[in-house]
């Protein structure tokens, strides 16, 4: 069974980091692109960041350039999103995905096989 286990979000200041984690169990993690998602209250869910397979290009909305990083540690089978100098705008659920042989800007919620359960991360002002 493919499980997807977010972590690591919470209650922050603006200003302040937060770092996500994703661990993967279940699936071949190192063929997998892997996507981190937020969706904020009666908002569609969006695409924040993608890597691919080996890690070796990473993506990012232009809304978080300069301010997250996407990584990814295939021998733990974990993806990461270190967010600072957040915002209260980066108030959302943020999901980790997972995609098959994928990694590249892919924002069709319906490419990514396996989707983590969310970890809220909210940004007071």
């Known amino acids: 069974q493919v499980q997807l286990v977010e972590s690591g979000g919470g209650l922050v200041q603006a200003g302040g980091s937060l770092r996500l984690s994703c661990a993967a169990s279940g699936l071949a993690f190192s063929l997998y692109g892997m996507g981190w998602f937020r969706q904020a209250p009666g908002k569609e869910r969006k695409l924040v960041a993608t890597?691919?397979?080996?890690?070796?290009?990473?993506n990012y909305a232009d809304s978080v350039k300069g301010r997250f990083t996407i990584s990814r540690d295939n021998d733990k089978n974990t993806v990461y999103l270190q967010m600072n100098a957040l915002k209260p705008e980066d108030t959302a659920v943020y999901y980790c995905?997972?995609?098959?042989?994928?990694?590249?800007?892919?924002?069709?919620?319906?490419?990514?096989?396996?989707w983590g359960q969310g970890t809220q991360v909210t940004v007071s002002s």
């Open positions: 995905a997972a995609e098959y042989f994928g990694g590249r800007w892919d924002t069709d919620t319906s490419q990514y096989e396996y």
């Open positions: 890597i691919t397979r080996a890690g070796g290009t990473t």
